[in-house]
């Protein structure tokens, strides 16, 4: 297992977010915040103190959230990108980002997010 992690989760869907806290939780990690769009998740990126990010693709109102991939990528810190179904190819620059499909597994959350810190 990695050693304990700071992740940020971003996801529109109360109940699957809380269900990550859980799981970070239970994993060993922190919690360092929930966002549930991008402005939100931006600010709280500002705070510093994120190790990786989990990323829902499609946030409220159909918000994508390769905006907060962006800011990752360019500050070197983790992420990984989750989505429940089809959806459109990632830019290019986030192609590589580490995939999570719904439904969430424990052991699928480690893998992913073990893969996500073996690239920066």
Known sequence: MTASLS????????????????FVDT???????????????????EQGGVDVAILDVHLRGGEPSWPVA?????RGIAYLVSTGGHV??????HAAAPQL??????????AAIDSAMDRV
């Open 101 to 110: 499909s719904k439904p969430f597994t424990m052991d699928g959350i480690q």
């Open 7 to 22: 992740i940020l989760i971003v996801e529109d869907e109360p109940l699957i977010a809380m269900m990550l806290e859980d």
């Open 88 to 93: 459109d190819p990632p830019p290019a620059r």
């Open 70 to 74: 962006d800011v990752l990528a360019d």
């Open 27 to 45: 994993l060993g990690h922190t919690v360092a915040g929930t966002a549930d769009c991008v402005s939100d998740a931006l600010a709280r990126l």
